[in-house]
């Protein structure tokens, strides 16, 4: 059956078994069609619009030797230029669970003259790829990179660096 210019709700979601309501005047409110997409696809909790465009929240770190004050990245940074004085400071990312990070949350770091150490917050017990990196382990950077942290898990970050390429000239 082919419906031009409409979408025909019942036969499209009767596939779900689960038609939508309609309001007084015959339509079905974007609260009720957002309500029955979540039901359908299983999805529970708060949906959030990851780092759409436009919506880079820059933020300055400069490391320090323990990772904390001027060295924490700040919850809700996507977009982060770190300063280190030596590759032994250190800059910590926020704390997933404390900051209620969802899965998918996504943070750019771009490293500046020299490398540093990343971690997790102390006795989060939060990890850089699989590995516990709040104190003992660390991730260590090289100076003049970029990175890309992702929330993977309710404790874990993965964290990848990006590789510069040169143009070639023939």
């Known amino acids: 059956m082919a419906i031009i210019g409409a979408l025909d709700k019942t036969k499209h979601l009767s596939e779900f078994n689960d038609p939508l309501p309609n309001n007084a005047g015959g339509y079905t409110s974007s609260a009720d069609r ?49 300063t280190s004085g030596a590759a032994t400071n250190a800059a910590t990312l926020p704390g997933i669970a404390a900051n209620s990070l969802p899965i998918g949350y996504t943070i750019r770091l771009r490293v500046g003259a020299n490398g540093l150490e990343l971690l997790t917050p102390a006795a989060s ?3 850089i790829n699989g590995v516990d990196s709040d104190g003992t382990n660390q991730l260590d950077v090289a100076a003049n990179s970029m990175l890309t942290a992702v929330v993977e898990s309710a404790t874990g970050w993965m964290v990848g660096q990006a590789s510069a390429v040169a143009p070639d000239n023939d």
């Open 34 to 82: 957002k309500a029955a997409a979540r039901t359908n696809l299983g999805i529970t909790g708060n949906i959030t619009n990851l780092n759409q465009a436009g919506s880079a929240t820059a933020a300055a770190v400069t490391t320090t030797a323990d990772g904390l004050t001027t060295g924490l990245i700040p919850a809700g940074a996507t977009a982060v230029i770190i």
């Open 125 to 127: 017990n939060e990890t």
